[in-house]
C-alpha cells in the first residue's frame, strides 16, 4: 500500500486555493481567508456568478473594484478547492501541472491574510490582465509578496534539469565507453 500523494483536505486560513473553470480551459485563484470567505482578483469580463441572493455571504460580501471578498460557496462555482502548494523543489515545480504550486516559501498565514485584506480594502493590485496581472498572480504576491520571478524560476529550473540531464547522459556515456 502506498501512500496517497496528497490528502485531500479543507483549505486553512492563508491557503492559495485555486478551482477549474469552464471545463478545464484555466483555474482560478484566491486566499481562504477563514470564515468561509475568500479574497480574490477577478477580471471584469469574467465576474464570477456570485449565488444570486447568497445566503452564507451576502451580508458579508466585499468587492471593490476588481478585488472581491465572497464566500467559499460563491468562489467555487461548485467545482472541488485544491490547494496550491509553496516552498516545492525546483524539479516538482517542473514535474507538476502549471499554475499548481511555486518553490518558493509562503509567508505566515496572518501575513497572508493581512496583505489579501489591504489589498482588498485599497483596491490596490490593479487592472486585471489574463498574463500578467491575473488572479493566480494576486495570490502569490498575497503569500509570497512578489509576483515578478515566479515564471524565470521555471526557466531556471528548466535549464537546471537540462543541465543535470545532460551531466547524467555524459556519464552514461563513459561507463559505456569503459567496457
Ligand atoms: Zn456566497
Known sequence: M??????????????????ERKGGF????GIYVGDNMVIHLRGAAKKLGELPGCQKCGD??????????????????GETPQIYDYGVSSLEFE????????????????EVISTATDLLE??????????????????????????????????????????LAGAAVGLFRNALAKH
Open 2 to 19: 502506498g501512500q496517497p500523494q496528497s490528502k485531500p483536505r479543507f483549505p486553512q486560513p492563508g491557503d492559495h486555493i485555486y478551482c
Open 60 to 77: 458579508k460580501r466585499v468587492e471593490n473594484g476588481e478585488i472581491a471578498k465572497v464566500c467559499i460557496d460563491c468562489f467555487l462555482d
Open 95 to 110: 514535474c507538476r501541472k502549471r499554475g499548481t504550486c511555486c518553490p518558493r516559501h509562503s509567508k505566515p498565514p496572518h
Open 122 to 163: 485599497q483596491n490596490g493590485f490593479g487592472p486585471y490582465d489574463m498574463f500578467t496581472n491575473n488572479c493566480e498572480h494576486f495570490a502569490v504576491y498575497c503569500k509570497t509578496g512578489s509576483t515578478a520571478s515566479f515564471q524565470v524560476e521555471r526557466v531556471i529550473a528548466t535549464c537546471s534539469v537540462g543541465i
Open 26 to 29: 484555466y483555474d482560478h485563484h
